[in-house]
């Protein structure tokens, strides 16, 4: 059950406002501007700043072009050959050192664009800032838009893209992860609820696609705003969901008492459609619950034990409603 992906994801940090960046705006801060004409031993008291990594030249001579000096390329230039670049330099204009081809882009280009169009450039430059043109000048760091390239592309891969919920996988690997946890840790133990979404073969025959997507959107949205402090949720299959919770240490019956009560409250809230879903549109919901020994679980035998009990759910259900 453990899967790679799902632990990049839970360790990938996402940008700086909390969400995944989608656009280059998300991740560029403000620059500092200065003339072409800049002596480059004044350029060298900007860089001394450690926050300054670069620095956009405007072209003095009057033209629209826009360079720009990395601390990479400046401590390049001053360095020189045999160590001469600094005497060499410290009166020449900041033009002599500015890079007056960088990649620049608008504030709304994807961050996808932007890291293949950086990968693409010199391996001298591959990992220069980016230079964002906007109201004011700013630049991002590659090292930024690769990460939330990954960013994205993990969410992308842990994420059911209709209910955004986690996957099978990620409900799995974090199921993986709880029952690790409660091995050996005085006592606490995992709890599983699978929640089987009934006749969604027939609502979508019955009303479309889209009164079927809109069912399950509603399920995962009631689960979600039910799920108590500590408990994750996923859709596992196409009409199959799961909800992962951890009990303190307790006794057999308290924990019973408790894993039930659980998988109840989680009924209770799906029992009427949200706004916006037509009441005929409304499935049944079938739901079992497990729960491990104390300070031992394993996480095939709780999902075995869940889809057994899941099934004879299903089976008394049926029972009943040919008894009526």
């Known amino acids: ?12 940090v996402p940008g700086r406002n909390g969400s995944l960046a989608g656009v280059v705006a998300d991740l560029a801060r403000p620059v500092a501007v200065v003339g072409s004409a800049l002596p480059v031993g004044d350029l060298e008291v900007v860089f001394r700043d450690p926050g300054v990594s670069s620095v956009v030249v405007r072209d003095d001579a009057g033209s629209p072009r826009v360079g720009v000096v990395t601390r990479a390329r400046l401590t390049s230039a ?12 410290d009166r020449k204009p900041t033009a002599s050192v500015a890079d007056w081809a960088p990649l620049l882009v608008s504030p709304s280009t994807p961050v996808s664009e932007v890291a293949t169009r950086a990968m693409a450039r010199p391996d001298e430059q591959r990992y220069d800032d980016v230079l964002v043109a906007g109201e004011s000048w700013a630049c991002a760091a590659t090292a930024d838009v690769m990460r939330a390239l990954v960013a994205a592309l993990a969410q992308r891969s842990t994420r059911d893209p209709l209910t955004g919920m986690a996957t099978r996988a990620a409900v799995w690997h ?25 006749g969604m073969t027939d609502i979508n025959a019955r009303y479309g696609g889209a009164a079927g997507d809109a069912v399950l959107v509603g399920i995962a949205d009631r689960i979600r705003a039910a799920l108590p402090r500590g408990c994750e949720a996923g859709r596992v299959d196409g009409d199959r969901f799961a909800v992962l919770g951890t009990l303190p240490a307790m006794d057999d019956a308290r924990a019973a008492a408790s894993a039930e009560g659980f998988r109840g409250h989680l009924i209770s809230q799906l029992l009427t459609p949200p706004d916006g879903v037509e009441p005929s549109w409304w499935p049944t919901v079938h739901t079992s619950v497990v729960w491990s ?28 409603a040919r008894a009526s």
């Open 1 to 12: 059950m453990h899967d790679e992906t799902s632990e990049m994801a839970r360790r990938v």
């Open 78 to 89: 001053l360095t020189g050959r045999l160590g001469y670049g600094r005497a060499v330099l």
């Open 174 to 198: 974090g199921l993986t992860h709880r029952c690790s946890m409660a091995r050996g840790s005085g006592g606490s133990r995992v709890v599983v609820v699978l929640l089987d979404v009934r």
């Open 293 to 320: 020994l104390a300070g031992g679980a394993d996480p095939d035998e709780l999902v075995r034990e869940g889809e057994r009990r899941l099934v004879a759910a299903a089976h008394a259900a049926r029972g009943l």
